[in-house]
């Protein structure tokens, strides 16, 4: 579907989905990343319904997602008037930041506006704030003339929604639920996420597709790692930091280059089908002489960007197929892969039948 921000098509649905945020509805809606499930930011009853739609619970915080008003000059965008009904003390460096990768997947957490609700970060005093590239999201925000809570479109601990059809499938239930659709998300994994909260260093929350380096190369500000000089229990509360998340159903697993056996080693009941991704540098299996096992090999991209862009959409798909194990080879070192890499081990914690019963987010 069309996201050229000038179709009449687009404004029509927005018209519709602006009215249905400001009556106290929820509106899915696409960005670059991944698709947010949304409602208005300074409406807590809505705020309420995003958390109980979702099964999250109500002290993990939201993302306040803003949009710069709708000027054909990008680099005049004023960021501080854009961050200013919600944060405070914004930094030489957050401004740095906001020129150099917003409209983008880039979010920032800073100290948080006195009228910022108390429901959007679940009692603490920072916010976490993130301008979407996605032009339907933009308009929408634009159009509400307020800021936006999207936490991905799924149920807690699940697999993020990446599709239109992603996020009917996970809200099937939910009958009603508004549905923006804005095809399928380009980046494919969640925001890279800065702490600038603590008036000091900027710290790395989340790896995402936006990589300290890209940072440094770009702005000249380094980036530190949670735990590099700063104690863990001073960190704000980040629930996609939990163990588990992003989980599909099957149990999923990571390989070493050429160990696709030992991997199965973990499953002494021995399964009989098994899907195991190869990358597309490679040629085939090496390794599929296993007599009781039935592997089936699925290409996933060597490069990092491609990954990042189709990893949900092949983790559901993947479940969707009634396979007894997944197996996806383990990515190689470099920052470029962190945010995949983050996102794969969660989901093998998080994976199996069982997953509902330690999720986060
Ligand atoms: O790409 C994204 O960021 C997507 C799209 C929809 O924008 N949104 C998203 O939202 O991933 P969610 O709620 O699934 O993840 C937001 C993360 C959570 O891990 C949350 O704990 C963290 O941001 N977060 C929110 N406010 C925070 C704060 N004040 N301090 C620290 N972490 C915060
Ligand atoms: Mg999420």
């Given at each position: 579907?069309?996201?050229?921000s000038t ?16 009556d ?6 696409p960005?670059e ?19 109980a739609?979702k ?5 993990h915080?939201?993302i ?7 000027i054909?000059d ?5 960021w501080?008037?854009?961050v200013?009904p919600?944060?405070?003390d ?6 740095k930041?906001?020129?150099a ?6 979010t920032?957490?800073f100290?948080?506006?006195?009228s910022v ?6 009692g ?6 993130r ?7 933009q ?6 003339k307020?800021?936006?809570v ?6 807690f601990?699940k697999v993020?929604?990446?599709?239109a059809?992603d ?13 923006l659709?804005g ?11 800065i702490?600038?909260s603590s008036g000091?260093?900027p ?8 990589t300290?380096?890209d940072?440094y190369?770009k702005t000249g500000?380094?980036?530190?790692l949670p ?10 509360r ?8 992003y ?21 002494p ?7 195991v991704?190869v990358?597309?540098s490679?040629?085939a ?5 296993h ?6 090999e699925?290409v996933?991209?060597s490069?990092s ?10 983790l559901?798909d993947?479940?969707e197929?009634g396979?007894?194990?997944?197996l996806?080879?383990?990515?190689p070192?470099?920052?470029e892969?962190?945010g995949?890499?983050?996102?794969l ?13 330690h999720?986060?987010?």
């Open positions: 579907m069309s996201t050229d179709s009449p098509q687009l404004h029509a649905v927005t018209d519709e989905a602006v009215q249905t945020l400001r106290g509805g929820l509106v899915a809606f960005t990343t991944v698709y947010g499930l949304g409602a208005d930011a300074r409406n807590a009853q809505a705020i309420g319904k995003v958390f739609t099964g999250r619970p109500s002290n915080p939201l306040v997602h803003v949009a710069a008003p709708d054909f990008q680099a005049s965008i004023d501080v008037a854009v200013a919600w944060a405070r914004i930094s030489e460096d957050a401004i930041l906001m020129n990768f917003w409209p983008g997947p880039l920032l957490i100290k948080k506006d006195r609700l108390s429901e959007i970060t679940g603490q005093d920072t916010v976490a704030i301008a979407p590239a996605h032009p339907m999201a308009e929408l925000i634009r159009k509400l307020s800021g936006i999207g936490p991905s479109a799924n149920r601990g993020s929604p990446t599709s059809a996020v009917r499938s996970e809200f099937a239930g939910e009958l009603g639920l508004m549905i659709d095809g399928d998300c380009r980046v494919g994994i969640e925001s890279t996420i702490d600038l000091d260093h710290v790395l929350l989340r790896p995402g597709i936006i300290p380096k940072i190369a500000i380094t980036v530190h735990g590099q000089e700063v104690k863990a229990n001073e960190l704000p980040v629930s996609g930091s939990l163990k588990a998340h989980a599909p159903t099957t149990p999923l697993r990571l390989y070493s280059p050429g160990r696709v056996l030992d991997a199965l080693s973990e499953f009941d021995t399964k009989t089908r098994v899907a991704a990358w597309d490679e040629s299996l090496s390794e599929d002489g007599p009781s096992v039935h592997f089936e699925v996933v991209p490069d960007t491609a990954f990042a862009t189709r990893l949900y959409r092949t559901r993947l479940d197929q396979w007894d194990l997944i996806i080879p383990e990515p070192s470099g920052q892969w962190d995949v890499r983050d996102r081990q969660r989901a093998c914690f998080g994976s199996g039948p069982s997953s509902s019963n999720a986060s987010n």
